[in-house]
């Protein structure tokens, strides 16, 4: 009865952890009908592949990834999870597979060893890459997707044997001591160039998933000549009560292949401007900053006495300590993007 019990906690606390992951905000929407940069979601990470050897997310560059988070005694969720990529997967052509990787990160690196992991996804088909590495690794992962995971308990009994297991572990017991997790059940899809393109989860209609997967595929960033605007570590400094302006701090950076210009900035929090300081015979000079212009690769970098976003007028039951802020970056070819930044203590 307690392991019934922990299965309706674990679809629950999943449902709740797709919710939450969906939710992600920092999705930067183009004026096409492209596929936008998520930012904020994801980034190069490290971990062990099933021969046990270091890879990194940069390995796959120049090709689309569909990331997953999951462990091997899930037994439901993580099981058709695999079998709905499995569907996906088996849609694409020969040619489209080449270009397409499938990785399943465990969040449970202590039972799931490389070779352990690598027999389990590669049940659903051998082109599938199981991720494990350390439990710092596997963390870091996790919190640069905004995923999140929760141990429902450290001393369950698995049994091994007489049980649907898609890969029973090499024991001598009938049974083995392990853990069960919740974990949000987000699919990620990455790009070429490694960034967050989409959010999907198994209920995502497979015709739909799919299209998104050769749009990925298929996008020839020569062609497209675009534009593509993402934000890191953006920042609003937490003003004294009484203070009417403050300083947004942080890097604004243009990945695609084409320039574009930043032609308005806006904010709830109050009017916001490209300022820049200047140092001249002595004396600190801040001047208002037009239309700035972001060459391809290039990055405008947001910080004290240089550039920065200054807000004035600002609304201080919105720019308060642990809150955020929306700020709105319109560019001449990526459009109005939109943007969630926190207030932080400088």
Same mark, same amino acid.
Do not use: W
């Given at each position: 009865?307690?392991?019934?019990?922990?299965?309706?906690?674990?679809?629950?606390?999943?449902?709740?952890?797709?919710?939450?992951s969906?939710?992600?905000?920092?999705?930067?929407?183009?004026?096409?009908?492209?596929?936008?940069?998520?930012?904020?979601?994801?980034?190069?990470?490290?971990?062990?592949?099933?021969?046990?050897?270091?890879?990194?997310?940069?390995?796959?560059?120049?090709k689309?990834?569909?990331?997953?988070?999951?462990?091997?005694?899930?037994?439901?969720?993580?099981?058709?999870?695999?079998?709905?990529l499995?569907?996906? @997967?088996?849609? &694409? +052509?020969p040619?489209?597979?080449? !270009? $397409?990787?499938?990785?399943?990160?465990?969040?449970?690196p *202590?039972?799931?060893t490389?070779?352990?992991?690598?027999?389990?996804?590669?049940?659903?088909?051998?082109?599938?890459?199981?991720?494990?590495?350390?439990?710092?690794?596997?963390?870091k992962i996790?919190?640069?997707?905004?995923?999140e @995971?929760?141990? &429902? +308990?450290?001393?369950?009994?698995i !049994? $091994?044997?007489?049980i649907?297991?898609?890969?029973?572990? *090499?024991t001598?017991d009938?049974?083995?001591?392990?853990?069960l997790?919740?974990?949000?059940?987000?699919?990620?899809?990455?790009?070429?160039?490694?960034?967050?393109?989409?959010?999907?989860?198994?209920?995502?209609?497979?015709?739909?998933?799919?299209?998104?997967?050769?749009s990925?595929?298929? !996008?020839?960033?020569?062609?497209?000549?675009?534009a593509?605007?993402?934000?890191?570590?953006?920042?609003?400094?937490?003003?004294?009560?009484?203070?009417?302006?403050?300083?947004?701090?942080?890097?604004?950076?243009?990945?695609?292949?084409?320039?574009?210009?930043?032609?308005?900035?806006?904010?709830?929090?109050?009017?916001?401007?490209?300022?820049?300081?200047?140092?001249?015979?002595?004396?600190?000079?801040?001047?208002?900053?037009?239309?700035?212009?972001?060459?391809?690769g290039?990055?405008?970098?947001?910080?004290?006495?240089?550039?920065?976003?200054?807000?004035?007028?600002?609304?201080?039951?919105?720019?308060?300590?642990?809150?955020?802020?929306?700020?709105?970056?319109?560019?001449?070819?990526?459009?109005?993007?939109?943007?969630?930044?926190?207030?932080?203590?400088?």
């Amino acid at each position: 009865m307690l392991i019934n019990n922990q299965n309706i906690m674990i679809k629950t606390a999943l449902f709740l952890g797709f919710i939450f992951s969906s939710s992600l905000s920092n999705i930067a929407f183009a004026n096409d009908t492209t596929l936008p940069i998520i930012s904020g979601v994801g980034g190069n990470f490290t971990a062990l592949n099933g021969k046990g050897e270091a890879v990194a997310l940069t390995d796959y560059k120049g090709k689309v990834v569909v990331l997953a988070f999951g462990y091997t005694n899930c037994a439901d969720i993580c099981p058709f999870t695999l079998g709905y990529l499995k569907q996906l @997967y088996n849609e &694409l +052509s020969p040619e489209e597979q080449k !270009e $397409t990787r499938i990785i399943f990160v465990t969040i449970d690196p *202590k039972y799931d060893t490389p070779e352990h992991l690598n027999a389990f996804v590669t049940f659903f088909n051998k082109d599938f890459i199981g991720l494990s590495g350390t439990q710092e690794q596997i963390d870091k992962i996790v919190s640069l997707y905004q995923a999140e @995971y929760h141990t &429902l +308990s450290d001393n369950a009994e698995i !049994e $091994t044997k007489d049980i649907r297991r898609v890969t029973p572990r *090499k024991t001598n017991d009938d049974k083995e001591k392990a853990s069960l997790f919740s974990h949000s059940v987000t699919l990620y899809l990455i790009g070429k160039k490694g960034h967050t393109r989409s959010l999907e989860y198994t209920g995502t209609a497979k015709d739909e998933f799919i299209t998104k997967i050769r749009s990925l595929i298929n !996008e020839n960033t020569l062609a497209n000549n675009k534009a593509e605007i993402i934000t890191e570590q953006l920042r609003v400094i937490l003003p004294p009560s009484v203070a009417n302006s403050t300083s947004i701090y942080g890097i604004i950076k243009n990945t695609g292949n084409a320039p574009d210009t930043l032609i308005n900035i806006s904010s709830n929090a109050g009017m916001v401007m490209l300022h820049k300081t200047d140092i001249k015979q002595g004396m600190a000079q801040m001047n208002h900053v037009g239309e700035f212009v972001l060459d391809a690769g290039q990055s405008l970098l947001l910080k004290p006495m240089s550039y920065h976003l200054m807000i004035m007028n600002i609304d201080h039951q919105i720019i308060k300590k642990d809150a955020e802020i929306t700020l709105f970056l319109e560019f001449k070819k990526a459009g109005k993007l939109k943007f969630k930044v926190p207030v932080v203590e400088k």
